[in-house]
Structure formats: structure tokens, C-alpha cells
């Protein structure tokens, strides 16, 4: 359930990174994506939260790696 979550969250940002380079973005479509985004960040929340509580280590992925958003 969690890497389902986590998954869609990364493809949520992937879509927010295309809708906000578009120009043609309604304000509609920005309110539609930040509350999108906020429920995703909720999850992510509980995931990380639930983590620490398990005593893994909430700077680490499921893969034992860092999460590195900046492509490097």
C-alpha cells in the first residue's frame, strides 16, 4: 500500500511539474493540483511517520538510498 502511495506521488509531481511550465494553466487546474498535492503530502506524512515509529530511518528510501529530487 505504501510504495502504491508513494508511487503516485511521484507521478503527481512529474504532472504538477508539466501543468505549472504550461502558460495555459487555469486557476481552477492550480487549485485542483495543490489540493492533490497537499493529500499526497498527508500520505507521504503518515509514511514517514510510521516509519520512525518502526525505528527505520526516515532519511531512507525502500531501497536503503536517500531520496535525491534534484536529479544528481
Do not use: K, N
Not at 58 to 68: F, H, K, L, M, S
Amino acid at each position: 500500500m505504501e510504495e502504491m502511495q508513494l508511487g503516485m506521488a511521484a507521478e503527481l509531481l512529474d504532472h504538477a511539474d508539466a501543468l505549472l511550465g504550461d502558460r495555459r494553466v487555469t486557476g481552477v487546474e492550480l487549485r485542483f493540483l495543490a489540493s492533490q498535492l497537499a493529500e499526497a503530502l498527508r500520505c507521504v506524512s503518515r509514511i514517514a511517520e510510521g516509519r520512525g515509529r518502526e525505528g527505520a530511518d526516515p532519511g531512507e528510501g525502500a531501497d536503503g538510498g536517500g531520496v535525491d529530487r534534484a536529479g544528481g
